[in-house]
């Protein structure tokens, strides 16, 4: 239910969302914001859709899913042109980061949720030898609530979105102010695919009704997100105890070894910051490189900054286009303005460009940073790299590990086998060695992160756990007995019990194989006592 005061808070604001475009001010259009009532019937009317949904196999799921992803390709250009000037980013790059990882998901759970939800058996050791046997079923949960952010506004819900409606869910997504329009385009594709409307809902609004959304009764809620609304999020949903999976910010860590490839590395270091602006989650956000190497790795990231070309999101030869919304433009101006009164060096850009007129920050380079400043230790969210040196591989795991972050971090060394090792003392939910940020990418592999980079899982079999309660059906094959450990308490009831303590609990059978006479001896007992109670009872009635 939601709360008298969320409702009023509502009736308050404004009527519609303008979405502009960072680079050029334009308006791109604008959306209805849902008021709260319009949030609780759409919750409402998720429940009902999902009866029948729950009840259809995986194969139909599928081939809504087929055909909503038949549709994205054949509208790609005109979805990444849409993301483009909603976000500011590269066309190229909402294709590369946004439509290429979805269509591959989007085939990879509609072909592969019945094998990754099939029953379970499993193996329950001794009592299986008494004739028991477990499996483990994975039911829908009802209705899951997505909140998304600006960022990758197309891959982020949408991944959710899939995934949800594959494990017998519906959805009622909604997404950011900054990108209404790519939030309700993904209800329009999945609408086109003849989806039936109650099943995936898109929700326009602000923070507002992302918090009415939270307290409209769903069975669960996926927030993606800042680190202090996701603490908001998981306060409110604590109120029903609404399960909830939160995908935070970072500050990733990159070690460079001395035995690394050192133009590659900064290739990658070069991609994994300014990528989207920066404005990634498990962007690179900040730089070690040992002490032998990093004269060169920085020479060569510098002159590869120097060369990135940026521009309006829709021309075509842009690496990097405008941040998303000045508001994230100044929180990088504060850092980096930090940095460098703390005695940080620009080594490029540092500045907002001067010949682009919207929401452009130069890509940056920063040296002689260490972890007082801001630069290093809150998430900057945008083209910033902060590069620092180290002496030994212990320095470069403790600098790395010594944030409240933990989403992702990479290692690059020649040696694998180092690199593994390494990446094992990293405390963030996903270590790559020799790659960089990409595994958003991957429908296969977890995404989430430790400490404050949030709770649970999205993607491969763990993020699709999420979105299903898993249920435990036990049957014992032999029900015509009692159990040993039932009532009918004795002196030789307790040295059975005592004797199951000794041996059966080794969990070896032999052991378990030298109680059988005492087992046996109560079982037949209580056999009696039951043919006794029948007869007793017998008795009784023919006396009457
Ligand atoms: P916000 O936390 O500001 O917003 C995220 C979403 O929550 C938006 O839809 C927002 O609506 C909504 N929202 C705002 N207030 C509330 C509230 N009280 N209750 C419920 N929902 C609310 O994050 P940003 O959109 O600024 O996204 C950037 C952040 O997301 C960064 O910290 C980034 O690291 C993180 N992120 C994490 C990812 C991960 O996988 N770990 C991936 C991508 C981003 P509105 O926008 O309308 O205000």
């Known amino acids: 239910m939601m709360s008298v005061e969320t409702l009023d808070k509502l009736a308050e604001r404004a009527e519609e969302i303008i979405s502009y475009d960072p680079a050029t001010g334009e308006e791109v259009g604008r959306v209805p914001i849902a008021s709260a009532e319009e949030v609780a019937l ?47 980013k590269p066309v190229a790059e909402a294709i590369s980061m946004e439509l290429v990882p979805t269509l591959d998901l989007m085939q ?21 030898l008494m004739g028991r046997a477990s499996h483990i079923i994975y039911k829908p949960l009802g209705v899951v609530g997505i909140i998304s952010p600006w960022n990758f506004p197309w891959a982020i819900p949408l ?16 997404p950011s102010e900054l990108t209404p329009l790519t939030g309700l385009k993904i209800g329009d594709v999945f609408k086109r695919a003849g989806l039936s409307e109650g099943l995936l809902q898109v929700v326009s609004g602000d923070g507002r009704t992302g918090a009415v959304l939270v307290e409209a009764g769903v069975d669960k809620i996926m927030f993606t997100g800042s680190v202090q609304t996701g603490k908001r999020v998981a306060q409110s949903a604590a109120k029903t105890l609404t399960p909830v999976v939160l995908e935070l910010g970072g500050k990733d860590p990159m070690i460079v070894l001395e035995d690394a490839d050192i133009e590659t590395a900064a290739s990658a270091a070069l991609w994994g910051a300014f990528c989207n602006s920066g404005q990634a ?6 730089c070690y490189v040992h002490e032998k190497v ?44 930090d940095a460098i009164s703390r005695g940080a060096r620009v080594l490029a850009g540092g500045r907002r460009s001067s010949s682009l007129k919207g929401s452009f920050y130069e890509p940056t380079i ?13 998430e900057t969210f945008g083209p910033v790299l902060p590069v620092m040196t180290f002496k030994t591989e212990d320095e470069a795991v403790r600098l790395a590990n010594d944030s409240v972050f933990g989403l992702t971090a990479s290692v690059w060394t ?52 999420e979105l299903v309660a898993p249920q435990h059906i036990h049957v014992n094959r032999i029900a015509r007995l009692r159990d040993l450990w039932w009532f009918g308490y ?49 008795t009784m009635n023919d006396n009457q």
Request: charged fraction near 30%.
């Open 366 to 378: 920063l040296a002689d940073v260490d972890h007082t400043m801001i630069v290093m230790r809150e």
């Open 294 to 337: 990093a004269q060169a790795f920085i020479e060569s990231l510098v002159e590869k900054t120097r060369a990135l070309k940026q521009n309006i999101g829709t021309s075509e030869d842009a690496d990097l286009g405008a941040m998303s919304s000045e508001r994230q433009l100044r929180t990088v101006e504060e850092h980096v303005h």
């Open 42 to 88: 759409a919750v409402k009317r998720a429940r009902q859709a999902q009866v029948v949904w729950s009840l259809e196999s995986y194969r139909e799921r599928a081939r809504f899913i087929m055909r909503a992803r038949q549709i994205a390709l054949d509208e790609l250009e005109e979805i990444a042109t849409l993301i483009s000037r909603e976000t500011g």
């Open 490 to 538: 004795s002196p030789g009831a307790g040295r059975l019990f005592r004797g199951l303590a000794r041996r059966f609990a080794t969990g070896n059978p032999l052991q378990t194989s030298l109680l059988l006479p005492q087992m046996l001896r109560r079982l037949v007992k209580k056999q009696d006592s039951r043919k006794d109670e029948r007869d007793e009872a017998r």
């Open 108 to 128: 990879f759970f509609a072909r592969r949720t019945h094998h990754l939800l099939r029953p379970e058996k499993i193996n329950i050791g001794q009592y299986g």
């Open 159 to 174: 991944g959710e979105v899939v995934m949800s409606l594959m494990a017998g869910n519906s959805v009622v997504l909604k």
């Open 414 to 465: 020649k040696s694998v086998r180092r690199g593994k090792r390494i990446a094992e003392r990293i405390e963030a939910g996903t270590v790559m060695v020799n790659e960089v940020l990409y595994t958003h990418g991957i429908a296969q592999t977890p995404w989430g992160g430790m400490k404050q980079s949030g709770l649970g899982r999205t993607h491969g079999r763990l993020g699709l756990l």
């Open 281 to 286: 989650c498990a962007s690179v956000e900040r």
